[in-house]
């Protein structure tokens, strides 16, 4: 009995033995097929994902190109310029240009002068502060051969308070000051005229001087001042006319404020369009070309009219 139960036992053993060995056999064999088959999995995976990688990086590198060509500098342009509204403008205007690869570098001026002269002499590329009538009056007596660019605003001209509040407050020898360049002088007292205060001879028209006052029943005096003063006096004159640009410097609203001042289907309004004045020549450069389209947008006009309340008005 004894004797059977170990034989039993070693046999049990025995084939618990060839199981286990079964066993380990399989078991070595299954992680070599894994391994085979992750390989091969791999190795697919590594055929399909390369040239998705290489276009995803043949993408990406189209774009970094591409976004490197829209910022590409293309140059500065250099702008001469009022300081209002002119200069505001051009503020909303440069970012827009920058987007397009263009520097905008703005200087102001306050005087009439020197921003056509630092024009002519090619210092700056273009100015913004004048008016076709001034910008051919100055060609004229300086001997420059500035043109207009493109024509962006219109100031309408202004009668607006001194020291009295209402035309019919004018009294026997008051002053009023006006613009002493030839253009806006005239632009004034066709204003002065246009509300009974003086009447010029006939044909006077745009070049009107104070010598061509023919009637002036209140003896009013015309001070003459250069444009940038003429607001500076308002608190000794009766009345002041001013550019619509002086207006907003001196703080006056032409909707608001003004006495009276130019219909925009007057000949002065039409006629006294602000420009982008360049050299002779230079009107087609492409920085400028790009300069008067952008001001010339929908953007810009906008700015224009939310900002200015009437005393600016976009001319196209």
């Given at each position: ?122 210092e700056f590329d273009a100015n913004y502060f004048q008016h076709i009538p ?183």
């Amino acid at each position: 009995m004894k004797k059977f139960i170990v034989l039993l036992t070693g046999f049990a053993l025995t084939v618990s033995v060839l199981t286990g060995c079964g066993a380990s056999a399989e078991s070595a064999k299954e992680p070599e097929a894994a391994q085979t088959e992750d390989a091969g999995a791999a190795q697919e995976a590594a055929e399909t994902t390369e040239p998705e990688a290489e276009e995803t990086k043949t993408e990406e590198t189209e774009e970094t190109e591409e976004a490197a060509e829209t910022t590409e500098t293309k140059g500065t342009i250099k702008v001469a310029a009022s300081a209002t509204p002119h200069a505001e403008i051009l503020e909303q205007a440069a970012p827009i240009l920058a987007q397009q690869g263009w520097d905008l570098e703005v200087t102001v001026f306050d005087d009439y002068v020197q921003p056509n002269l630092v024009v002519d002499s090619g210092e700056f590329d273009a100015n913004y502060f004048q008016h076709i009538p001034y910008l051919e009056s100055f060609n004229e007596e300086k001997g420059t051969h500035l043109v207009n660019a493109g024509g962006i605003h219109y100031e309408p001209f202004g009668i607006y308070p001194g020291t009295k509040a209402s035309l019919d407050e004018l009294a026997d020898g008051d002053v009023i000051a006006v613009p002493n360049d030839t253009t806006n002088e005239a632009r004034a007292l066709l204003l002065l005229e246009a509300n009974g205060i003086i009447k010029l001879k006939e044909g006077a028209g745009l070049t009107a001087t104070v010598r061509d006052i023919e009637e002036n029943p209140k003896n009013i005096e015309i001070e003459e001042l250069e444009a940038a003063q003429v607001s500076r006096v308002k608190d000794e004159v009766a009345f002041v006319v001013l550019n619509g640009n002086y207006a907003l410097e001196a703080g006056f609203s032409v909707s608001k404020d003004s006495i009276a001042y130019e219909s925009a289907d007057s000949e002065a309004a039409q006629t006294y369009v602000n420009v982008i004045a360049v050299n002779e020549g230079n009107e087609n450069n492409e920085g400028i070309k790009a300069l008067v389209d952008v001001l010339t947008s929908d953007e810009i006009k906008d700015y224009i009219n939310d900002t200015y309340d009437g005393a600016v008005i976009p001319f196209s």
